[in-house]
């Protein structure tokens, strides 16, 4: 079963950084991509940031110049640098990780992120 556990959310000022932590049960060599999707209240989970197992990174139009999206290979861990927070940012952000040939979606319990303005 793959577990993925998330910190690093909380409380922030407009301006503010945060860095997410997604921690895999699994090696991290077998997941084909891993990344990060948001979910404001009364909005669809939205694609943040993506890595792929190939080296590949993908970001959304909204987060482009402000947020990273990193990996610890040795830790099977990714991470989400958040620079330049902004109070629409507020969110529940989710990590997810796709494995196998079918490229099976794995979710973690998300992390509250809140931007106040």
């Known amino acids: 079963q793959v577990q993925l556990v998330e910190s690093g959310g909380g409380l922030v000022q407009a301006g503010g950084s945060l860095r997410l932590f997604c921690a895999a049960s699994v090696s991290i060599f077998s997941i084909n991509a891993m990344g990060w999707y948001r979910q404001a209240p009364g909005k669809q989970r939205e694609l943040v940031a993506i890595?792929?197992?190939?080296?590949?990174?993908k970001y959304a139009d909204f987060v482009k110049g402000r947020f990273t999206i990193s990996r610890d290979n040795a830790k099977n861990t990714v991470y989400l640098q958040m620079n330049s927070l902004k109070p629409e940012d507020t969110a529940v952000y989710y990590c997810n990780a796709k494995i196998g040939v079918y490229n099976t979606n794995y979710w973690g319990q998300g992390t509250q992120v809140t931007v106040s303005s």
């Open positions: 890595s792929t197992s190939g080296g590949s990174t």
